[in-house]
């Protein structure tokens, strides 16, 4: 079992940055690949960014080139790292783990809110 805690949400103007982290538990977070999904209420939960256990990096459309995901395997941390923040960025980030490469994920952290204001 994997447990993901996220921290670094929060309220950020329009054209700010914010950085996300996850940290993991165990010994095997760098054989896992690591996501960050948000969702907003009534919407479905929408996949942001993946990094592979091997450092592919692997972004949605509406973020590419404003939003980098990173891990530190050493630190079991992997980091979501957002610039030019719109408000439609606004929703809970949450994190996530995949045991198998490309894989669906199996673990969820408990999320934190973005807020990005106009």
């Known amino acids: 079992q994997v447990q993901l805690v996220e921290s670094g949400g929060g309220l950020v103007q329009a054209g700010g940055s914010l950085r996300l982290s996850c940290v993991a538990s165990?010994?095997?977070?760098?054989?896992?690949?690591m996501g960050w999904f948000r969702q907003v209420p009534g919407k479905q939960r929408e996949l942001v960014a993946r990094?592979?256990?091997?450092?592919?990096?692997h972004y949605a459309d509406s973020v590419k080139g404003r939003f980098t995901i990173s891990r530190d395997n050493a630190k079991n941390t992997v980091y979501l790292q957002m610039n030019s923040l719109k408000p439609e960025d606004t929703a809970v980030y949450y994190c996530?783990?995949?045991?198998?490469?490309?894989?669906?994920?199996?673990?969820w952290g408990q999320g934190t809110q973005v807020t990005v204001s106009s």
């Open positions: 165990g010994r095997t977070f760098s054989s896992y690949d």
């Open positions: 990094i592979t256990s091997r450092g592919s990096t």
């Open positions: 996530a783990a995949a045991r198998i490469l490309y894989g669906a994920f199996d673990y």
